[in-house]
Nanobody
C-alpha cells in the first residue's frame, strides 16, 4: 500500500483543517488506517485509527471531541478533521495502514509521508 497525505498548512488557534490520505496499490477497505503526529523534539504520537469498513474508530484521549477520523473507501481515502486547533497541535502528521486492527501503537506496516500542520497563537 502506498499512502499520500495532504491538507496540512498554517492555521490560527481555534481554526480547523482537514487532512487527507490517499491509498493505492491494494484493496484499501481491508486495512485499518491511522493518523499519527510528531512534534519537533518529541516522539511520534498516536492520534486516531479507523477500521477497514469505517465501523470502528479509536482516538487518543487528548484528541477526543476535537478530531474526527473518517474514510471513503470508494475514493481510497482516509480523513482527519481537526477542529479547535491549538498551538500544541503543531506537528508533522502521518497516515499509516495495516491489515490488523492496530490502535495506540505505531506498529503499522505502511506509512505515508508527513504533512505539516502549524497552529499559530
Amino acid at each position: 500500500v502506498q499512502l499520500q497525505a495532504s491538507g496540512g498548512g498554517l492555521v490560527q488557534a481555534g481554526g480547523s483543517l482537514r487532512l487527507s490520505c490517499v491509498a493505492s496499490g491494494r484493496t484499501f477497505s481491508l486495512y485499518t488506517a491511522g493518523w499519527f503526529r510528531q512534534a519537533p523534539g518529541k516522539e511520534r504520537e498516536f492520534v486516531a485509527a479507523i477500521s477497514g469498513s469505517g465501523a470502528s474508530t479509536y482516538y487518543a484521549d487528548s484528541m477526543k471531541g476535537r478530531f474526527t477520523i473518517s474514510r471513503d473507501n470508494a475514493k481510497n481515502t482516509v480523513y482527519l478533521q481537526m477542529n479547535s486547533l491549538k498551538p500544541e497541535d503543531t506537528a508533522v502528521y502521518y497516515c499509516a495502514a495495516d491489515r490488523r486492527w492496530v490502535v495506540a501503537t505505531d506498529e503499522y506496516d505502511y506509512w505515508g509521508q508527513g504533512t505539516q500542520v502549524t497552529v499559530s497563537s
